[in-house]
DNA sequence: TATCAAATGATAATATCTCTCATTTGATAA
DNA sequence: TTATCAAATGAGAGATATTATCATTTGATA
């Protein structure tokens, strides 16, 4: 699933496509779960086994940079990494580390619609995110 | 300024009120732009020449676990510490790494009637905060 | 003012992330 | 297809933020 777009999100930015890029772009596409770069570097492993760590954070920060991924910050800290670019806000669990995004196009309306009428004095608005921390409740959760 | 409320937030909770904690939460409480672990540290040692870093770094986490204070995240990977305990967003400088607090009672408003109506599968909110993201202007900024 | 759980200070250890640089490689154009 | 070269990688050392350990000290309570 999602062959092509780890190929493609570096050619948007020309920047090489180099197998380890793609590996880890794919590695955070296909995981929803917002990795940490231990974890995208055990993956990677598995099919690169002679990546190295400094490599996993170069790539890291250049797809953050050019906008591939997101950054995500933890109570913790550790940086997470998201593959999810469409605007979207977080759920993080106050009880565990977990973190999940929440998309909600109503409420993406009404932030933006109240912040073009409502400007911040001496700040020019690029983007929001919501931030609701709470607690995973049964299900599948 | 504030003398009394840096003696009284251990107490609340029923920690033990010592110099130490007593000189961190001043230094949060008056020190209105989110510092840092070491920021603290430097200001705390003016007047506590022996404190150590390790006791900086457990009064800070057990203020903030028992919600004293809040923890804030960076783009980078360090911590900052907010003092400010009434419900309130984050103002992030994309050229800076400064963050600024940002009052606004109608957005609060908003939000918290919008998810009054709007619950989310699987989750009980506890809280919300809106990390805006942008450039400080000109001005004092 | 005696008691003791809790907090502190000193220091070592851990963990996350960054830097350096020689080597390799992807993209471009001949 | 092949030559070229800026850019990317790998290996390992290094930097920095944070945590852990533990003997000593201290604030709160009785």
Redesign the pocket.
């Known amino acids: 699933m999602e062959r092509e777009e780890a190929r493609n999100r570096?050619?948007e930015k020309?920047?090489?496509?180099?197998?380890?890029?793609i590996a880890i772009l794919q590695v955070i596409i296909d995981n929803k779960s917002h990795p940490?770069?231990?974890g995208i570097f055990d993956s990677v492993r598995e099919t690169?086994p002679?990546?190295?760590?400094?490599?996993v954070?170069?790539?890291l920060?250049?797809l953050a940079d050019n906008g591939l991924i997101k950054k995500v910050q933890t109570e913790?800290?550790?940086?997470r990494y998201d593959g999810v670019r469409e605007s979207h806000h977080h759920l993080y669990c106050t009880d565990s580390d977990r973190i999940e995004d929440y998309f909600d196009k109503d409420l993406n309306e009404i932030l933006k619609s109240y912040f073009e009428k409502k400007s911040i004095s001496n700040f020019t608005i690029e983007d929001f995110k919501l931030y609701i921390t709470g607690k995973f409740t049964e299900g599948k959760h």
């Open positions: 570096p050619v020309k920047l090489k496509v180099t197998p380890q890029r940490t770069a231990e690169h002679n990546i190295s760590f400094g490599t954070y170069k790539v920060d250049t913790k800290d550790i940086m």
